[in-house]
């Protein structure tokens, strides 16, 4: 999860370039909170939108956590190539 905090630092900054080059995933993560935070507001003013919500994460939820699995596994190791621990210049003489 190396780069959530900065990643989302960025978006609420509105610098999606700037996150993205961070932790690509967690611009996913980050626009899923604000998804969270939308539903909730409109949940507060009378619009019931946590059911409808509910019922269709309820319904996808294994290929939700497999997506995210794999979204947080791609952001690992897309920030290992960028540190350059995996795939970088190997030492040795």
């Given amino acids: 999860m190396c780069g ?3 990643t989302f630092t960025h978006m609420a900054h509105v610098q999606p370039f700037d996150a993205l080059a961070t932790q ?24 019931s939108w946590w059911r409808p919500v509910s019922d269709r994460v309820l319904k996808f939820e294994v290929q939700i956590a497999v997506g ?5 596994t791609a952001g690992w190791i897309y ?3 960028s540190m350059g ?9």
């Fill in 4 to 6: 959530m905090t900065t």
């Fill in 24 to 47: 690509p995933f967690g611009v996913v993560l980050f626009l899923l909170t604000l998804a969270g935070f939308v539903v909730g507001i409109g949940s507060l003013v009378g619009r």
């Fill in 68 to 72: 995210a699995l794999l979204g947080m």
């Fill in 79 to 81: 920030k290992c190539v």
């Fill in 85 to 93: 621990i995996i795939g970088g210049p190997t030492s040795g003489g």
